[in-house]
């Protein structure tokens, strides 16, 4: 379904559910505009109408256990970058925990909303940003790039649409096959700043580590000095020189 304006396309599908409308695994909710767009850690997200994909895919992973709710996490990655790769080449990597990143970069952004009921995900609502054809951003986003500013030409949102909703349900459905090996596998063939040393700062202060791996509960782990610490989200920043 396609909104030509609304808050946010999560915040719509949350008010779906909440009022009993019924609807299946894989309901795609897109917006034309969104005036209260969020982001992570209550940050907002802007995008200027009609020119980017901003959309919330329902989905329903009841066969997840609560406790592997980032193995989400990691089916859509690895099928939001599945699709990028083929347009945009190997500059697409996952920053962790999930935004979409080029080069130095942020293309976009993904928030994943969960209504748990007991030990069980009822609803899951997969929030996706991609920068597409908008070239210019406020101040205040930081560091964004897009599709055209990339490749130098517009790009089709109605494409890019459905080859992201197809990459992201063949993931899903290697996720309900329980083969998460494979999806870790390109989430960490894919991760950026992995294996290489670079600047990090936490409470604790700033210094050089280097991304080893990620955790089956989505944390971090750095070699700081040969020893591996493992950071939550909001724990750590990554320092761009
Ligand atoms: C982030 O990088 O902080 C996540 C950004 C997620 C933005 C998308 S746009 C569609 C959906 N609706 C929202 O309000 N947010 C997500």
Not at 128 to 137: A, K, R, S, W, Y
Not at 202 to 224: N, R
Not at 225 to 231: A, P, Q, V
């Given at each position: 379904m396609t909104l030509t304006e609304v808050d946010s396309t999560n915040n719509f599908l949350k008010q779906a559910l909440a009022n009993s409308t019924p609807l299946t695994d894989g309901t795609v909710i897109m917006a034309e505009s969104q005036y209260a767009g969020r982001g992570q850690?209550?940050?907002k997200w802007h995008s200027e109408p009609s020119k980017n994909l901003t959309i919330s895919i329902l989905l329903k992973p009841a066969?997840?256990?609560?406790?592997?709710?980032?193995?989400?996490?990691?089916?859509?990655?690895?099928?939001?970058?599945?699709?990028?790769i083929p347009v945009l080449g190997t500059g697409v990597k996952i920053k962790w925990p999930n935004d979409v990143y080029f080069n130095d970069k942020k293309l976009g952004g993904v928030l994943i909303e969960n209504i748990i009921q007991g030990q069980i995900i009822k609803n899951s609502?997969?929030?996706?940003?991609?920068?597409?054809?908008?070239?210019?951003?406020a101040d205040w986003v930081p560091n964004p790039t897009s599709v055209k500013q990339i490749l130098q030409k517009d790009y089709d949102l109605k494409i890019l649409l459905s080859d992201i909703c197809a990459y992201i349900e063949a993931a899903y459905l290697v996720l309900k096959a329980g083969n998460i090996d494979r999806l870790k596998t390109?989430?960490?063939?894919?991760?950026?700043?992995?294996?290489?040393?670079?600047?990090?700062?936490?409470?604790?202060?700033?210094?050089?580590?280097?991304?080893?791996?990620?955790?089956?509960?989505?944390?971090?782990?750095?070699?700081?000095?040969?020893?591996?610490?493992?950071?939550?989200?909001?724990?750590?920043?990554?320092?761009?020189?």
């Open positions: 850690q209550q940050n066969f997840l256990p609560v406790t592997q709710q980032f193995n989400l996490n990691l089916a859509i990655s690895v099928g939001i970058i599945n699709a990028l609502i997969v929030g996706i940003g991609l920068n597409v054809n908008q070239t210019e951003f390109f989430f960490m063939q894919n991760l950026y700043w992995r294996d290489e040393l670079h600047s990090f700062k936490t409470t604790e202060g700033v210094f050089d580590g280097i991304i080893t791996d990620v955790t089956q509960a989505g944390q971090l782990v750095v070699s700081i000095d040969n020893e591996l610490r493992l950071y939550s989200f909001k724990e750590i920043e990554f320092l761009n020189k």
